[in-house]
């Protein structure tokens, strides 16, 4: 079994939609979470990090529920920009897991 | 501030062949981890290092070596290359070892092609 699943997509979705996504994870003593971007032939960079509370970041909201090892990501009202693939991350001790990443394209 | 900077940026290596990849920190940073990523999937762990000691090693065979130098740059050495080793190559630092939370600052990446 993979460390961490998701979502494969691709998700194409039209401006202004939402879309959302999951991912799941294997190891229930994993500490900490976040969802990254990763822009076409680009390095990843951090969106946002995961709490058990669910948190938001303008646009984007992440859920976390450890009892059920699933994260989730809400983008809402998409925008052009938001096109990329997000890649879902587990912190193990010393490493970062990802998943295969959830592919998203926003049309005009 | 200069953020991790990786090189070369791009590399083609015929099978068999060995090549060394660079790796320099964000300053102030004493960790670095390497990882790979080959084409549709996400990046896989490698290495980490910390303070110039290997701190974690992945599932990669031993033909995947790293160090890390006084100044916490760091070179990452794949002999005998094998066609499945065309990646992208990244590496990630941190200011301290890999805790919970800590972000890592991925450099661009080395794109590396076996033929």
């Known amino acids: 079994r993979k460390e961490v699943e998701q979502d494969p997509g691709p998700f194409n979705v039209p401006e202004g939609a939402t879309v959302a996504f999951n991912c799941t994870y294997s190891?229930?003593?994993?500490?900490?979470f976040f969802w990254y971007r990763q822009d076409c032939r680009k390095e990843p960079k951090l969106l946002m990090s995961?709490?058990?509370s669910g948190n938001e970041d303008g646009r984007f909201t992440a859920q976390l529920n450890r009892a059920s090892q699933y994260i989730s990501l809400l983008i809402r009202d998409s925008k052009l920009s938001d096109s990329a693939t997000y890649l879902c991350?587990?912190?193990?001790?010393?490493?970062?897991?990802f998943g295969a990443g959830t592919t998203v394209t926003v049309r005009a | 501030d200069a953020g991790v900077t990786q090189s070369p940026t791009h590399l083609i290596k015929t099978r068999g062949q060995q090549v060394t990849l660079r790796c320099s920190p964000i300053?102030?940073?004493?960790?670095v981890s390497w990882y790979q990523q080959v084409l549709g999937q996400g990046p896989q762990f490698i290495f980490q290092?910390?303070?110039?000691?290997?701190?974690g090693r992945g599932n990669f065979p031993d033909r995947f070596s790293a160090r890390q130098f006084p100044n916490y740059s760091s070179e990452l050495n794949v002999n005998a290359l094998l066609l499945g080793d065309s990646a992208l190559y990244l590496c990630?630092?941190?200011?301290?070892?890999?805790?919970?939370?800590?972000?890592?600052?991925f450099g661009q990446g080395t794109r590396l092609t076996v033929v």
């Open positions: 990630a630092s941190s200011p301290i070892v890999r805790q919970p939370g800590t972000e890592a600052f």
């Open positions: 995961v709490y058990s």
């Open positions: 190891n229930s003593a994993s500490q900490s």
């Open positions: 290092y910390y303070e110039k000691e290997e701190r």
């Open positions: 991350v587990v912190n193990d001790d010393y490493k970062l897991s």
């Open positions: 300053s102030g940073h004493k960790s």
